[in-house]
């Protein structure tokens, strides 16, 4: 069964820092790419990481430069998004997920979600 895990979300003060976790069973992460993707209540679905699990290239969204970074276990087979200096804008639900493409646009797997609450 092909499932993607999210975690290490939770609640944290503003300037700090999470580091989430993406674990993949029932495929191995060998040339996928790996999005990291966040819902806020009542916005649209943005992009905030992708790493291609075969070559390392990644991408940050403007929003999250300087502060994230996105890396790849691939003996583990999983994804790891750094999240330092936190802001209450961050707030979301976190989902990961894999594409065969080779950028971050059409996934073909998602994970089910992690909360993240920046806040005092």
């Known amino acids: 069964q092909v499932q993607l895990v999210e975690s290490g979300g939770g609640l944290v003060q503003p300037g700090g820092s999470l580091r989430l976790s993406c674990a993949a069973s029932?495929?191995?992460?060998?040339?996928?790419?790996i999005g990291w993707f966040r819902q806020a209540p009542g916005k649209e679905r943005e992009g905030v990481s992708c790493i291609s699990t075969s070559d390392g290239r990644t991408y940050l969204a403007d929003s999250v430069k300087g502060r994230f970074t996105t890396s790849r276990d691939n003996a583990g087979n999983t994804v790891y998004l750094q999240m330092n200096s936190l802001k209450p804008e961050d707030t979301a639900v976190y989902y990961c997920?894999?594409?065969?493409?080779?950028?971050?646009?059409?996934?073909?797997?998602w994970g089910r979600g992690t909360q993240v609450t920046v806040s005092s």
């Open positions: 997920a894999a594409g065969s493409g080779y950028v971050c646009i059409e996934m073909d797997y």
């Open positions: 029932g495929f191995t992460l060998d040339d996928y790419v």
